[in-house]
């Protein structure tokens, strides 16, 4: 070998493992192969010889016992005290092993005045973690006569950066230091600033550090255009982005993973798209995490065929894509196909995890199927997979949002391997507002307090939608205020709850007032919620007010335009519904279909409006006829209004008996053996007329139907509905 000397030294002078000779390579002029006495010879009079021998060993050691013999000899030889840089590399890989008190001895026995090993001392307790020790060895260096430089700054503020609630004002101190020794210049220690300023939350600090850099690597720019993103200010985090393009720096895969997420913030397609080919041109869709972000970032954008073509084109794939595909799927009610997908990761993917556990169980949630959130709670179990307090809330939330209250109760209830938090409480509190059980969410919430568990606005935002699917208007009102009492000042969601509570009790001017009220502009949260009770209680002049802010607000929402069409047809002011209709053909905007699921066993069964496709569907119609004929004989009168369109009351009475969810309900009775509730899901509304039918059928049929509409739950009983027929 030209160049260098290849040296064979037997593993007995280090009393290394397995006692064989090992190979090294060294940069020397000539070229020979020495003997064991000549080498000893050698490295008794060339000292860097013997430390490029012992770096090379130890940036190859991969293990405990090697490591310990290496710095066993280096200490005999007194070699340590005259090597930091050796010295430092026994430090870092102990720590690698976990072994800080062993690094930390060794720094105590040799670190004398030496910086070099201040620093490294410093970095290992601060990506190990130990921030505290890292801040504190920080402390006690200057007192020593070792003065930090600009290695030093960068290992102290990431410290300071990983606990950023109390760590910023020792942040704020670094700083200050930085600037009076002029290591504020430095490019790394301004990066270092940036991040540390980003993560304690304070972006402009960090902005302003970023501006009066002089220099700028894709490491500052990446580190600014996070810090935006993660602060939930994704336009500024994409204008960066723009801005460091038009400088010629095209950015790496973390940043391409940053801006993916800003984007998926925004939920703008097109900057997705232009995103994707961005990568593709860098060529980093090869990386398994720029992959998982784009998937990422078309799903929260609502593309899932782009974010599968992406997850289909990666060549390696781990957890994560196969739990971002499959929650993907489920937030866009792709229900179905998360469930194959699911089935596919189980054959030739890796194993399930807690993310893939709250992936399904969001389906479950998604789907309303009781059948299915058993199966997958059977599976989480069989998974073995830790069920802490996430999991066991999402449990209860699933149980609850598929009408089962019994195994929500129970999954509260068990949770018993942590504390719980405020977040496993608003989980019941919602729960039991989403069936009409008002009183019990706000008996919960007296329990919550006497627990000592500090309420959040999740809290008080379930509370009050408890107190309007019950009807409590007073108890509402003294929720809301107390939402001051415990200086938490109300936001939009809030006024919309006490908006959507007072006008459902008909209190539509008092409505109206607090929208007046609100310290900030009212949302479309707000005003959909006043023109919902406009339309319950028929209030037109007020509705078309909050028709009108709504449209404003958000022309493209398909929902206010059919919300405000109903308004005008319960009034039977058809040329106004016409003018609504047409507006929306324009816009290309169209009204979802009625579409309700029956599940039995593991059957489940589909409805639209007036359906002939299913193959029972002759024998559904006659038994709808049957029904219809027994509730008439007990005063059931149909209730042509709820018919939206302008037609013969003979017509009406036709359109109504065809509803979907009757049609569900009809088949349930056809099929399940008595004393089995009748499980209904549908995607929009219960309309006024099917709700009087089913208290009717639940008395002539002497059978229970468990209902949940776009709203919150029916329990059908004995002539009467769980939500005293305030919904």
Known sequence: MHGCYRLLFHSSRLHLPENQPTLFVFPFRSCSVLSPKTFDRKISTNSSLVSAFYDLHLRSCNNLYSLEQIHSNLATTGLLQHSPHLSAQIIVNYSKFGLLDRARALFDAVHANRSFLWNTIIRVYATSGHVDEALHLYSFMRPTGI????????????????????????????????????????????????????????????????DGMLEKDIVSWTTMITAYEQSTHPQESLLLFRQMQAQGIGGDQVTAISVASAIAQLGDIKTA??????????????????????????????DVK???????????????????????????????????LFEQMRVHGPESNMVTALALISVCSHLGSLHLAKQVHSLIVSWKVDINTLLWNSLADMYAKCGDMDSAVQMFHDNRTSTKDASSWNVMISAYGLHGHGREALKLYQQMRAQGIQPDDITFTSLLSACSHAGLVEEGREVFDSMKEL??????????????????????????????????????????????????????????????????????????HVLMSNVYAASTRWHEVGKVREAMRDR??????????????????????????????????????????????????????????DVEEEDKEHILKLH??????????????????????KNLRICNDCHVAFKFISQVCNRMIIMRDANRFHHFQDGSCSCKDYW
């Open 306 to 340: 782009s974010a599968r073509l992406v997850f289909d084109g990666m060549k390696e794939r781990d957890d994560i894509s196969w739990n971002s595909m499959i929650s993907g799927y489920s937030q866009n009610g792709n229900a179905s196909d998360a469930l194959l």
């Open 487 to 560: 200086t938490m000042l109300p936001m939009a969601k809030h006024y919309a709850c006490m908006v959507d509570l007072l006008g459902r009790a008909g209190l539509l001017d008092e409505a109206f007032d607090l929208i007046a009220e609100m310290p900030s502009e009212p949302n479309d949260a707000v005003w959909g919620a006043l023109l919902g009770a406009c339309r319950i209680h028929g209030n037109m002049k007020l509705g078309e007010l909050a028709a009108k802010r709504l449209l404003c607000l958000e022309p493209e929402h398909t929902g206010y």
């Open 147 to 210: 003065p930090p430089n600009n290695y030093t700054f960068p290992f102290v503020l990431k410290a300071c950066a990983s606990k950023p609630m109390l760590r910023l004002r020792r942040g704020r101190g670094l700083h200050c230091e930085a600037l009076k020794t002029g290591f504020d210049l430095d490019i790394f220690v301004q990066a270092a600033l940036v991040d540390m300023y980003a993560k304690c939350g304070e972006i402009d600090d960090g902005c302003q550090v970023f």
């Open 660 to 681: 979907s969810e009757k049609l569900a309900v009809a088949y349930g009775i056809m099929r399940l053996q008595d004393g089995l509730p009748i499980r209904i899901t």
């Open 588 to 645: 290309g905007l169209k009204k979802p279909a009625a579409f309700s699921v029956l599940e039995f066993g593991r059957e489940v069964h589909g409805f639209h409006t007036a359906d002939q496709f299913h193959p029972e569907h002759v024998k559904i119609y006659g038994k709808i006829e049957g029904l219809i004929a027994e509730m008439k004989m007990k005063g059931y009168v149909p209730d042509g209004s709820c018919v939206l369109h």
């Open 273 to 302: 798209r232009s995103l994707h080919t961005h990568v593709i041109r860098n060529g980093f869709r090869g990386h398994v995490e720029v992959g998982n972000s784009l998937i990422a970032m078309y799903s929260n954008c609502g």
